[in-house]
């Protein structure tokens, strides 16, 4: 009977540990990590954006009411336009309103205004500044 070259792998062949497709496996699954992660932050900066906005668009509401509220405001209306105003605001406030409002309210009952209005938008304007900036000169 003729002889048959074996070769076993103890025999000089060497088998691999990790295949390519292992490596192209463990790269795909680090890229789906990283995706994931990067989707995680991105989600959280919009998140956080649309809260902002949400806040800001709430706070140009209640500013416009007030403007429009003090606009009418007249010798008629002014003990009701004031209690309106008071009965919208909490905290600090509402515990100084009196005093800070008494002022306006006797110019009001002075002047004897008769003023109609109406506010036709309102926008919120942000600025930054930087006190290490030379005056006169534009940022970089």
């Given at each position: 009977?003729?002889?048959t070259?074996?070769?076993?792998?103890?025999?000089?062949?060497?088998?691999?540990?990790?295949?390519?497709?292992?490596?192209?496996?463990?790269?795909?699954?680090?890229?789906?990590?990283v995706?994931?992660?990067?989707i995680?932050?991105?989600?959280?900066?919009?998140?956080?954006?649309?809260?902002?906005?949400?806040?800001?668009?709430?706070?140009?509401?209640?500013?416009?009411?007030?403007?429009?509220?003090?606009?009418?405001?007249?010798?008629?209306?002014?003990?009701?336009?004031?209690s309106?105003?008071?009965?919208?605001?909490?905290?600090?406030?509402?515990?100084?309103?009196?005093?800070?409002?008494?002022?306006?309210?006797e110019?009001?009952?002075?002047?004897?205004?008769?003023?109609?209005?109406?506010?036709?938008?309102?926008?919120?304007?942000?600025?930054?500044?930087?006190?290490?900036?030379?005056?006169?000169?534009?940022?970089?």
């Amino acid at each position: 009977m003729p002889e048959t070259d074996q070769v076993t792998p103890s025999q000089g062949r060497r088998t691999a540990v990790v295949s390519g497709f292992g490596v192209a496996s463990a790269v795909l699954a680090l890229a789906a990590v990283v995706a994931a992660a990067v989707i995680a932050v991105m989600w959280s900066g919009h998140r956080a954006a649309a809260t902002e906005r949400s806040y800001q668009a709430r706070s140009m509401q209640a500013a416009g009411e007030w403007t429009g509220v003090l606009i009418n405001m007249n010798t008629d209306n002014v003990e009701s336009s004031l209690s309106s105003l008071r009965d919208s605001t909490v905290g600090e406030l509402n515990s100084g309103f009196d005093a800070s409002i008494a002022p306006y309210r006797e110019v009001v009952k002075t002047l004897r205004s008769r003023t109609t209005g109406r506010v036709e938008s309102v926008s919120i304007e942000e600025f930054h500044r930087d006190l290490d900036s030379q005056s006169g000169r534009r940022p970089p």
